[in-house]
């Protein structure tokens, strides 16, 4: 599951940057953004899935900091795109999208799975 997590995390930054490049409202940026929602879900689930089997543990905070961290990130990536989409300024969501992503992909290692 862990490994599912990961690959979707990978697919999806990708996907996110990709998307972000690209023209706004070209076929292709709609689709990959479509895509992108898809790999919303599964690392929701992935990590749903491992959070409800480790929240008990005694790291139960760091768990909870690392989801919290998770959903903020899925969400600055579809608050961007759609910003992006209707011409609204994005400038300090990137910063915030960094930041946070840094600190989720420093939990996600730390964390002792
Ligand atoms: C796009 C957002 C996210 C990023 C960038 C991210 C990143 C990571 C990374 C890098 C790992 C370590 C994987 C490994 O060692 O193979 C990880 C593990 C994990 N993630 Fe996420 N994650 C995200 C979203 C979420 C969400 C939404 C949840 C909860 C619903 C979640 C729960 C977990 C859990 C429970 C682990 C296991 C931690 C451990 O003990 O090693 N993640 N994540």
Known sequence: MLHLHLTSI???IVLFFVSAMMQKGSTAQ???HM???LFYIL???SGGYVFSE???SSLA???GLKLLGGLLVIGLME???VRKEKE???GFLWILFIIILAFTLYMGYHLPL
């Open 88 to 90: 609204k300024t994005i």
């Open 43 to 45: 690392i929701l689930f």
């Open 79 to 81: 608050i961007i795109l």
């Open 54 to 56: 480790m929240m008990a």
């Open 35 to 37: 895509i992108l929602r």
């Open 30 to 32: 709609k689709m990959t």
């Open 61 to 63: 905070m760091e768990y």
């Open 10 to 12: 990978i697919v999806a």
